[in-house]
């Protein structure tokens, strides 16, 4: 089994002695971010392929679709890169950091050829979020700004389309605007419909692997990040992922995924995506072998 990482579809990771912290805007190749875990990677498993996928033709490019490119897009260019990878055609692991946790899951709901393994979401936003706490990074000016067009009009055709922080902006108090205008997030979440290749793909994994940060200040809620949200109506109250609809009428499978024993939920000390090497050495890297 060969491993892949999403990076251009996540958010940022730099590293500093030994850990892990968020940062504006993320690329394949950066050397202080994904670069350094595909190392990481490589070190620990002697002999592994690490593919880590880039989204556009230039690092810039990459980086920028992380912020505004149509997530729907971005799932479709990297199932075309996976299947035409000849080192993937018997199945990889898939590792994905923030929100490329949860656009893996939609790789693995939407194309099961080459067959994603495990796939493990590191503070990822499964739920999606509701806040914008503390927009990461040094460019405050984008920050401001996403924080502006997802608080005037998150389900408008126009930012739904064109910023990647909507398509999985999740309003409780909004439930039906946003079962209907949601372009990523409702679908992949069964909303609307319950679409049961989705379903029986996702099933398909032999591990769906969870990471929560317990002092995180960037994903709100943080329980989006082991599945759970908010309660529809209000935004004080959150219900765990066993508490949810989603799980009750088994939309998605991950009922039976847990009673299959295939769901694991870790959690760490630490801000959105802050761990140790020996951390990610002992609690991931496992799954990869």
């Not at 984008?142 to 924080?147: A, E, K, L, V, Y």
Request: glycine share 6%.
């Amino acid at each position: 089994i060969t491993h892949c990482i999403s990076h251009a579809m996540s958010d940022s990771v730099y590293r500093p002695c030994s850990c892990f912290c968020l940062n504006t805007g993320d690329s394949c190749c950066n050397p202080l971010s994904m670069g350094s875990i595909k190392k990481m990677i490589e070190e620990a498993v002697p002999g592994i392929d690490v593919l880590s996928l880039m989204i556009g033709k230039t690092v810039i490019q990459d980086t920028e679709n992380g912020f505004f490119m149509d997530v729907n897009e971005q799932v479709s260019m990297v199932c075309s890169q996976l299947a035409q990878d000849p080192k993937l055609k018997d199945g990889y692991n898939a590792m994905g950091f923030s929100q490329g946790g949860q656009f893996l899951r939609a790789v693995a709901q939407r194309c099961p050829s080459p067959p994603m393994k495990t796939l493990i979401s590191v503070g990822g936003q499964q739920q999606g979020v509701y806040g914008l706490p503390r927009c990461p990074g040094e460019s405050s000016h984008i920050c401001d700004w996403i924080r502006k067009e997802l608080n005037s009009g998150a389900y408008t055709d126009i930012v739904q389309k064109h910023l990647v922080q909507a398509q999985y902006w999740h309003d409780p108090l909004n439930d039906d605007l946003y079962k209907k205008h949601s372009l990523f997030l409702a679908d992949i979440n069964q909303e609307r419909v319950v679409n049961e290749t989705y379903k029986k793909n996702l099933q398909l994994l032999d591990k769906f692997v969870m990471v929560k940060f317990l002092q995180d200040s960037v994903v709100d809620p943080v329980d989006t990040e082991w599945f759970g949200f908010l309660k529809t109506g209000q935004a004080k109250e959150t219900e765990t992922l066993q508490e949810s609809v989603l799980y009750k009428e088994d939309r998605l499978g991950l009922a039976a995924m847990e009673a299959d024993g295939k769901l694991d939920f870790l959690a760490t000390e630490g801000d959105h995506l802050q761990f140790t090497d020996e951390w990610f050495n002992a609690k991931l890297v496992p799954y990869l072998h």
